[in-house]
């Protein structure tokens, strides 16, 4: 392996349920049945998923995309191995929010696997773990305007609205399964996209009054 799991458990901060090691070791196992499935390059998905997100927690304080940093930032953990250049190109072009589309099929896989786990029961789960630590509503109804709001226009003042995963479903959630790559991924979403939908349309009739 060109890196280890405890290894790479080393450069992620404890405490944080979103993006945390818990998520590295999801993305994991997901780029490898996938990888297996694709004839991609297991070696280089590997050190991909475990170093995808290594400068998520720098993010929110530098500004700095943590796709870009995060890049740099396995470049030099891996420096010297003979295919760390694959493994950089695939952190590269992982994030959703970027016009950094990825071209190699390992980075379409890790992109895939990473959106994977965006949504389905462990994605429900992840945004309300985002609103809790943001101190977002529970629900909130979503107005027509902002669930017509494209992709290019930013995330700047969605907290105009009063953000909430509801708003998070709709504005991304909702897109994911669109944006995958590879024929295994996309098959895992369909069924991961249904119990989602279902989540958030049953959620709104209960807090109606409706169930």
């Known amino acids: 392996?060109?890196?280890?799991?405890?290894?790479?458990?080393?450069?992620?901060?404890?405490?944080?349920p979103v993006h945390g090691f818990d998520h590295v070791l999801r993305v994991l196992r997901l780029v490898e049945r996938i990888g297996a499935a694709e004839g991609a390059d297991l070696e280089v998905l590997r050190a991909a998923a475990l170093l995808h997100d290594v400068a998520r927690a720098d993010e929110l304080t530098?500004?700095?995309?943590?796709?870009?940093?995060?890049?740099?930032?396995a470049r030099e953990i891996l420096a010297g191995q003979p295919k760390a250049a694959a493994v950089v190109e695939a952190i590269r072009t992982h994030r959703f929010r970027d016009n950094n589309r990825p071209t190699t099929l390992e980075g379409q896989i890790l992109y895939d696997a990473d959106?994977?786990?965006a949504i389905g029961a462990v994605g429900v789960a992840r945004a309300y773990a985002m609103g809790g630590q943001r101190g977002q509503a529970l629900w909130a109804p979503v107005t027509a305007a902002f669930a017509q709001r494209e992709r290019a226009a930013g995330l700047a003042d969605l907290s105009r609205e009063g953000h909430t995963p509801v708003h998070e479903y709709v504005f991304k959630l909702s897109k994911l399964r669109d944006t995958l790559f590879t024929a295994t991924a996309k098959a895992l979403a369909d069924e991961r996209h249904r119990f989602m939908a279902e989540y958030y349309a049953r959620l709104e009739a209960e807090v109606k009054g409706e169930l």
Request: hydrophobic share 30%; glycine share 12%.
């Open 62 to 73: 530098t500004g700095r995309c943590h796709a870009q940093a995060g890049a740099e930032r």
């Open 1 to 16: 392996m060109m890196i280890s799991v405890e290894e790479a458990r080393g450069y992620y901060p404890e405490g944080d």
């Open 115 to 117: 959106k994977l786990d």
